[in-house]
T-cell receptor, first 108, second 112 residues
Framework: GIQVEQSPPDLILQEGANSTLRCNFS?????LQWFHQNPWGQLINLFY???GTKQNGRLSATTVATERYSLLYISSSQTTDSGVYFC??????????FGKGTRLSVIA | GAGVSQSPSNKVTEKGKDVELRCDPI?????LYWYRQSLGQGLEFLIY????????KSGLPSDRFSAERTGGSVSTLTIQRTQQEDSAVYLC??????????FGSGTRLTVV
């Protein structure tokens, strides 16, 4: 099955700093999503981005499907950005396969 | 409702007992998924329902686990003869085919 690798596994940022999270995947996909899991465990969809670039406020994402990677950019980080960021992919009509996540801590 | 609803939010059970976890998906979402998340880990796929098709049970870890979806809506995940290694957060999500997933808040299961 598809393998998903995320890096870095852990990241500590000073409030206001920028960061880039990476997701590599092992096969062609037709669906890629980024999720944020807050410290209370709720998973929120950030982007549905099988290819191209999208932006939503301080967050943006780029997926280069031909090279099998996606990047999530967080600018001017805030303490509320803390949590775990998951990348998930699938192909065809199969369930999403999740990476192990990047745990982000933003300190004031 | 507006979101995916899961109940109970927390469940403590004794080893060997059976438990039932409920998921009420977003109205109109034909796809429903169950995942499991152990402490500090990623999400492990369990089972997937799509419309009237036979469910994809490939992620169920043992025959103690089963799930059903009645009327294409509410789903129940049943774990028989619970073991301590079943302790985890069980997450349900729903979607339209090929679209974004919406997750519920999960059920935290603790087997003592």
């Amino acid at each position: 099955g598809i393998q998903v690798e995320q890096s870095p596994p852990d990241l500590i940022l000073q409030e206001g700093a920028n960061s880039t999270l990476r997701c590599n995947f092992s096969d062609s996909v037709n669906n890629l999503q980024w999720f944020h899991q807050n410290p209370w465990g709720q998973l929120i969809n950030l982007f549905y981005i099988p290819s191209g670039t999208k932006q939503n406020g301080r967050l943006s994402a780029t997926t280069v499907a031909t090279e099998r990677y996606s990047l999530l950019y967080i600018s001017s980080s805030q303490t509320t950005d803390s949590g775990v960021y998951f990348c998930a992919v699938n192909s065809g009509n199969t369930p999403l396969v999740f990476g192990k996540g990047t745990r982000l801590s933003v300190i004031a | 409702g507006a979101g995916v609803s899961q109940s109970p939010s927390n469940k403590v059970t004794e080893k060997g007992k059976d438990v039932e976890l409920r998921c009420d998906p977003i109205s109109g979402h034909t796809a429903l998924y169950w995942y499991r998340q152990s402490l500090g880990q990623g999400l492990e796929f369990l089972i997937y329902f799509q419309g009237n098709s036979a469910p994809d049970k490939s992620g169920l870890p043992s025959d103690r686990f089963s799930a059903e979806r009645t009327g294409g809506s509410v789903s129940t995940l049943t774990i028989q003869r619970t073991q301590q290694e079943d302790s985890a957060v069980y997450l349900c999500a729903s979607s339209l085919p090929g679209q974004t997933y919406t997750f519920g808040s999960g059920t935290r299961l603790t087997v003592v």
